[in-house]
């Protein structure tokens, strides 16, 4: 049987934001297919559909803060797109996260509350992690 709404969420278990963007999935009682990106890598075919999706390129999507990008080289303007999109194969992490895909669209969750407009049914509330309300 098929998913009448089918979700997908690359999340990284270890940041705040995914894990609340996942739990407000879950609370509105979504089974999301949940892919640790850090475990599984990344794809060229599968970035570049989910930059096209998103209309972004690899630059919107470089995660700077607890990743190597700025170690690499990857900050400056005049880096290319195939050299970030190369380091993002190579460095997982480099990708920001949580990036949420469904029949609404593909997008950067962040802030986690962004998941709400891509959902048909939405949690009647929701507590995050450090105590926020989301209504």
């Known amino acids: 049987m098929t998913d009448p709404f089918p979700i997908t969420i690359y999340h990284n278990p270890d940041c705040g934001t995914s ?30 559909a989910l ?12 995660r700077e803060k607890g990743t190597p990008a700025a170690d ?22 480099i990708v920001n996260r949580p990036i949420v895909v469904t029949p609404k669209g593909t997008r950067l969750c962040r802030p986690s509350e962004v998941v709400l407009e891509l959902l048909d049914v939405r949690p009647e ?11």
């Open 72 to 93: 690499l080289g990857l900050l400056g303007g005049d880096v290319s797109d195939e050299a970030i999109l190369t380091a993002m194969i190579n460095h997982p992490i």
């Open 125 to 135: 509330h929701f507590t995050k992690e450090d105590g926020e309300i989301v209504r």
């Open 19 to 48: 894990r609340n963007t996942l739990a407000m999935i879950e609370a509105a009682g979504y089974a999301p297919i949940v892919v640790e990106y850090r475990l599984t890598g990344w794809t060229r075919p599968q970035l570049e």
């Open 51 to 62: 930059f096209t999706a998103m209309s972004a390129a690899p630059r919107d999507l470089i």
